[in-house]
């Protein structure tokens, strides 16, 4: 599939000012949500503006490879009375509560759902009619969809795609190709007609970013680290002694280690800032 660099220019028209409710979802685990999470965190770090970070996943992730403060948004594992129901806009009752409040206390905010729990998602912001709260509350809301390569990654993406369609309507959408460790748009070409054809539709219909490679042997360094990409390009001001402790006092591993994410992440929040203009000043990056 030929892909069409220009397509990342196409980003939603945001205000120059935040704040933004973002929301990462992908209806599969292991796509790259909390990898593209850790980089919009550090992208408000850098920018020194609040965002509250909640989650949707039993794993919790986020919260550990942020070692930030996570609320989660956990489905209990025991109710008060056997014959209690679930209430899906029970459980994401303080996110939305954060992301309607947003116009007063001007703090973004960001949650990551984990796949599995997508459909219970959708159903609790449909109960609470957020999509109504877009237009009256004149809300900023951006929709992050993850893919990998692969035709399940693809039709899930798909999948998730049709209910933020339905259920989001005036929510802003973008969509995340994460290219570690294959290329989305090679792999869709040994998919079935029918999911080629809709993830085609898809790329042209909203902006996309390609979330580059990185190096094997650095992402793997980087997956058992609990930091954000930003303070790992930070170690080379020290001469790379907290990069060599990290890797175990190999000075090669440490400098390639380094400088894989300090490019990895200039490409994303470079994206990100263009995305989101007011980290970045207002900047078109």
């Known amino acids: 599939m030929k892909t069409d660099s220009t ?26 949500k909390t990898t593209t999470a850790l980089q919009l965190v ?20 986020l919260a550990m490879k942020s070692s930030l403060p996570v609320q989660s948004l956990l489905v209990p594992d025991r109710r008060e009375n056997r014959g209690d129901d679930l209430v899906p ?19 973004s905010s960001l949650l990551e759902v984990g796949g599995a729990l997508a459909p219970l998602f959708h ?13 009256l509350l004149n809300l900023q809301v951006l929709v992050i969809i993850v893919c990998k390569a692969g035709e399940d990654s693809a039709s899930q993406m798909i999948r998730e ?12 959408t973008v969509l995340v190709l994460n290219h570690y460790p294959n290329d989305p748009y090679k792999a869709i070409e040994y998919c079935e007609k029918d999911t080629r ?4 539709s898809a790329i042209d219909r909203y902006p996309v970013i390609n979330m580059p490679k990185v190096h094997d042997r650095s992402m793997a360094i980087y997956e058992r680290l609990q930091v954000l ?8 001001l020290d001469n790379y002694a907290e990069a060599l402790r990290r890797v175990g006092g190999r000075r090669d591993d440490a400098k390639i280690l380094v400088k894989d994410i300090a490019a990895w992440s200039a490409i994303m929040q470079d994206e990100i800032s263009r995305l989101l203009p007011f980290l970045a000043g207002g900047r078109d990056a």
């Open 7 to 32: 397509k990342n220019n196409k980003f939603p028209g945001f205000a120059e000012v935040g704040p933004v409710s973002m929301i990462l979802s992908s209806d599969e685990g292991a796509a790259g």
């Open 42 to 61: 550090a992208a408000f770090e850098l920018a020194a503006l609040p965002l509250d970070l909640f989650q949707m996943d039993t794993k919790r992730k």
């Open 89 to 107: 806009s029970d459980i994401i009752a303080p996110w939305y509560r954060a992301v309607t409040d947003m116009p007063q206390t001007r703090r």
């Open 123 to 135: 159903s609790a912001i449909t109960d609470f009619d957020l999509d109504e709260d877009i237009t």
């Open 161 to 172: 795609l049709k209910r933020v369609e339905r259920n989001l309507p005036n929510a802003k």
């Open 197 to 200: 054809k809709a993830f085609a």
């Open 229 to 236: 990409p930003s303070t790992v390009v930070s170690w080379h």
